[in-house]
């Protein structure tokens, strides 16, 4: 798939009716084997203390890298999550939270992602969170019923 | 904090307006070192093939893991995720996801708590993920600045 | 495969000769989904404080979860960790380290175990740590290669 | 502590009699925040398919990380893992095995290091495998009876 297809499809899947689309997930670039996402604040994305919740930051980590990696597969195919991990490393305080991901294997069975997750405030980007995320290559549709 | 304290305190935090209000979080049960949540299935919550999406269900997990610890920890304390893993093991089709959390260790500065996620469609329950949670015990409310 | 067939692999596997072999495994029991092993004290094996060291920790949780699962799939097929996750609980102090791995899904393409390790002093079993080990199942011989 | 420093900590640490020692473990560099490690095929240090076992490449990973993260603390400090995570990408089939950690989040609690590691095989190295470590910083010597 070229720049101009993967960039189709990740906007066409995160800006469906559902659960990203909900969360308000913009798309900011994206490539075969790259997805960079990004959530504004707002309350329904917080918690207590004003911060992205942690299950804001592993949904857009977890979003983003099954996009980078089903743009490096094959036609046909795409990528489902088997593990999420995520390390957070400082408080997500700030206007907005950006995900990157990258795919850092894409084998036949078993692909790989890391995400870098920042959060944006007054100009300036703080890294919050490190994901790695381990994915499976399935076949549209039918394999996608059990792992 | 005894049984009914502990059932109070995180009915508060996970009903406040914020992510966890927003995504419908239920609160099923609590008491010191457990804590069960629920959210029923809406497009909101669901990804492209009608599952809940991954995001959601790495969300329940940490909420619920965060709830469990903080009712276990002494009085001006609570309990803040540092390392999240989520696997999951099947399809998360059905009408409501539920995770419950339970507290495995809770140190004076290090916790863990596990949790079981499932799907419950038809009056059956079906695990569709297992989450192990490490989060670190905080004073409140200057430590949590930063890690 | 039966319980005695079961054994019998596990036993093979762990005594041939190659790391667990090195470092002293011992094989306590297994059927189809389940393996314990243990690792006896010696100096070999500890870090510095004279605690058995978070690799051999590590190791004796992937090889454990390797064989409970193995042991679970249909003949001609074999499991490799694709991720593996430990959580250190406590100090590992004692005579001999237990690690006792359970699978929990043995999908087509992905498998999952948990192992509960611990460490026996004085006659005591103490929980020091739980892993969460994902695998792929591949056939033998020729999908070994590349993941 | 200056980077001579380090080297002669990470190098006594590795070198004394114990694990890492008895692992063939060699220093390949150091420097506050940086630590590479190598280990040398041999039989005990393979599995089955004549692979670097992932319990090796676990405890090398973990290792490395620890000192990545040590160097990087005050003085009178030292890291002890909380959480082990790794991703592995491909067989570890070579001459010899090196670890690269780094420190990405030294805070006063927790701190967090990554770690690449590949296999060196007829003059090329081969990514196989990465692995993000969750810490703790603790006081020497008693705060680390229990976590």
């Keep these: ?3 101009a ?16 689309h909900e969360m308000g997930t913009r798309v900011l670039a994206a490539e075969p084997g790259q997805a960079d996402m990004a959530i504004d604040s707002r309350p329904g994305v917080l918690q207590a203390h004003g911060y992205f ?3 804001v930051i592993a949904g857009l980590a977890d979003h983003a890298a099954g996009r980078a990696v089903t743009t490096a597969l094959p036609p046909g195919r795409f990528a489902v999550t088997v593990n999420l991990q995520v390390s957070y490393l400082a408080p997500a305080e700030g206007e907005t939270l ?18 870098e997750v920042s959060v944006l405030t007054g100009g300036t980007e703080l890294r919050c969170a490190l994901a790695t995320v381990t994915l499976r290559s399935v076949e549209l549709p039918g394999s996608l019923v059990r792992p």
Tied chains: 1, 2, 3, 4.
């Design 98 to 115: 950006i995900a990157r991901a990258r795919a850092v294997q894409t084998g036949q069975a078993i692909c790989v992602a890391q995400v």
């Design 5 to 20: 297809a993967a960039l189709a499809l990740v906007r066409r899947v995160t800006e469906s009716p559902g659960y990203t």
């Design 1 to 3: 798939m070229d720049a």
């Design 53 to 55: 919740h942690g299950g």
